[in-house]
């Protein structure tokens, strides 16, 4: 699927998908079975209060996946120091989900912040962070269906290898501004994205005139530079990107905007059925492939490596790849890619090139080595 710099407004999209859309097996699925209700884990903070350990979040992306049908499994982060197998004590967690909603924060604090801190003063404000940027890794490398909704989804560029915006934030006024007084934007969706496909169902929906698509959003959020693999899927009126996607065609939608205060509109609930229904077909194909845990160690340490070395962990077109010429990197592009037995042995069919083993151990190799000096 090309990009194209040309944006519309929802209201006009209809005539730009007339032609019928070949949907790629790794497109956003809308034909999953609505007898499987899908788990969304659903990460949670844990910070230590008067009263013992409390969770710290925003429950309206929670309350927004129950409404719509599936069913949650709320992930306890708690402020532990992270190590390098954090994938391997991660990999647990992807068997008991079909997909990951990174929900918004609350109002009045600033994830980012502590995060930058981080290389100079780890500690127990970073952990958790450090945990859900893992967990967003793991998920996306694996092909894991994916929704981030406001702080979550400017996590999950981070995760993945962009950046937040600099701007400073005003805190103290941002937790007294209640969710009626946030500023509301038109969404201007890209015709050739995924998005706009998936948004079909919500158009052809409508009698009459198009309603606009709006959407509330909390003060000075944004990203200032969309990860490799991701590219901008939609657009507020004063040209700020809003939205964005990855470039291969699995389901993963970062969205600034309150997308799970958006469910009194067709769109807002469009999308969160067009996660779903990808979420059920992630389990659907996990359960049809064999060599799943033999795959375990292979995929952490591939993103691990990967992360460590800062490189992509989604494909990136020919355009868009570093002038450094590093080796790309590539993803599980379907969930849980296609296990072969091979005189006993098994391995990951990719799309393209994968690390191999002996790659690998050069690369363990060469990281004992400066370890030791």
Known sequence: MTDSTHTIPVLEMTDTHD???EKSHDEWDAEGSQEYQPIIGIPIPVKQGNQGPLFVADALGAWAVE?????IFLIPLWPFPTHKHIYQSLWSLMQSMD?????????GTDWYSSWKEREQEPGPDSWPIAWEIALAQLATYMGMPVLAIADGAEKWNNALGGKRGEAPRDLEQAATITPDTWDRHMIRVRAQSTLATALQPAIRSQDGEQKPWELAFMPQQGVERLAPGLRPCAQSEDGAVVAFERRD????????GRLDWGLDQAYGTTLFEAFLHACQSFDRIRQQQHGWESARD???????????QNQPLLPVSHQA?????????HTLSTPLPALHGSGGHERV??????????????????RMKVASR
Do not use: W
């Not at 065609?249 to 600034?256: E, P, S, V």
């Not at 292979?298 to 460590?308: E, H, K, Q, R, W």
């Open 349 to 366: 069919r990719q799309r393209s090139h994968q690390p191999t083993k002996e790659e690998l151990n050069k690369i363990r190799r060469q």
């Open 67 to 71: 409404r719509m049908g599936a069913r």
């Open 249 to 256: 065609g699995a389901f993963g939608l970062g969205i600034i």
């Open 99 to 107: 997909g990951l909603l990174l929900p918004a924060g609350i109002q």
């Open 19 to 21: 032609a019928p859309h």
């Open 298 to 308: 292979t995929i952490c340490a591939t993103v691990y490596d990967l992360v460590t």
């Open 321 to 329: 790849a570093p002038r450094d010429k590093r080796p790309r990197s």
